[in-house]
């Protein structure tokens, strides 16, 4: 039986309210707004949000899924400690990306790209379709023409590194696609991006697709870690 005056799952507000609560609660958890072992209740939550006891323990599911709190009977939902989290998942790269501790996510982020997209490259350069060499050097250009429009630019940027995961021929790579897109949006949002794009950047993606189309891995990988260089030293000259 559903809670009266709330929301129920079935209603069409409860996609909205659910995203909502996830948002709020998740976000506060990553920012340390709740400390790790602070306990909640399905009650206090269903309160504090107006909506019904399952629409609270679904999103408390997500959470929990997460990595973010756990539940237990008699005890409640506890909250983790950030060594449990699944750091890879976007969501919370996106709240960690907006809360205090944003500069050692970015360096942390910034060393995972480091260590993953030079091999991918390669993998590009052996596995690519065609249609994904044509892609790549397009949006390349594209990064070029757009460069003094900043939601263009960052649009391209990210197709182009999403693109370049995914023909790597590695499927773990690819998984990751999410995570590079989340901090190259969070790396703009949070003004830790130059003032406009780099030349240097731009030369370099363009070389990032040209070797990926004439199927040359070593110049692609080359390529790719030298732009990795100029990302981490963009990010050093802001510290």
């Given at each position: 039986?559903?809670?009266?005056?709330?929301?129920g799952?079935?209603?069409?507000a409860a996609?909205?309210m659910?995203?909502?609560?996830?948002?709020?609660?998740?976000?506060?958890?990553?920012?340390?707004?709740?400390?790790?072992?602070?306990?909640?209740?399905?009650e206090?939550?269903q309160e504090?949000?107006?909506?019904?006891?399952?629409?609270v323990?679904?999103?408390?599911?997500?959470?929990?899924?997460?990595?973010?709190?756990?539940?237990?009977?008699?005890?409640?939902?506890?909250?983790l400690e950030?060594?449990?989290?699944?750091?890879?998942?976007?969501?919370?790269?996106?709240?960690?990306l907006?809360?205090?501790?944003?500069?050692?996510?970015?360096?942390?982020?910034t060393?995972l790209?480091i260590a993953v997209?030079?091999l991918?490259?390669?993998?590009?350069?052996?596995?690519?379709?065609?249609?994904?060499?044509?892609?790549l050097?397009?949006?390349?250009?594209t990064?070029?023409?757009?460069?003094?429009?900043?939601?263009?630019f960052?649009?391209?940027?990210?197709?182009f590194?999403?693109?370049?995961?995914?023909?790597?021929?590695?499927?773990?790579?690819?998984?990751?696609?999410?995570?590079?897109?989340?901090?190259?949006?969070?790396?703009?949002?949070q003004?830790?991006?130059p003032?406009?794009?780099?030349?240097?950047a731009?030369?370099l993606?363009?070389l990032?697709?040209e070797?990926?189309?004439?199927?040359?891995?070593?110049?692609?990988?080359?390529?790719m870690?030298?732009l990795?260089?100029?990302?981490e030293?963009a990010?050093?000259?802001?510290?």
């Amino acid at each position: 039986m559903q809670d009266s005056g709330v929301v129920g799952q079935d209603s069409p507000a409860a996609e909205v309210m659910n995203n909502r609560i996830i948002e709020v609660v998740g976000r506060d958890i990553v920012t340390g707004g709740m400390p790790p072992g602070r306990r909640l209740t399905l009650e206090g939550l269903q309160e504090q949000f107006g909506v019904s006891r399952t629409v609270v323990r679904d999103c408390m599911q997500i959470l929990e899924a997460m990595n973010l709190v756990y539940s237990k009977r008699r005890i409640g939902i506890v909250v983790l400690e950030p060594a449990r989290w699944n750091v890879y998942d976007p969501r919370i790269i996106r709240w960690r990306l907006a809360g205090p501790g944003r500069r050692s996510q970015f360096r942390s982020l910034t060393e995972l790209r480091i260590a993953v997209e030079p091999l991918a490259a390669a993998g590009a350069a052996r596995s690519a379709s065609e249609k994904q060499r044509r892609d790549l050097q397009e949006l390349a250009a594209t990064m070029r023409s757009r460069a003094g429009d900043p939601d263009a630019f960052l649009e391209a940027d990210i197709a182009f590194h999403t693109l370049l995961l995914e023909a790597s021929g590695n499927e773990m790579f690819a998984s990751l696609r999410e995570a590079v897109a989340e901090v190259l949006s969070g790396r703009s949002t949070q003004n830790l991006m130059p003032q406009g794009p780099r030349p240097e950047a731009l030369d370099l993606h363009e070389l990032i697709a040209e070797a990926i189309a004439r199927e040359d891995p070593a110049a692609a990988r080359a390529r790719m870690a030298a732009l990795l260089v100029e990302v981490e030293e963009a990010l050093r000259l802001q510290d």
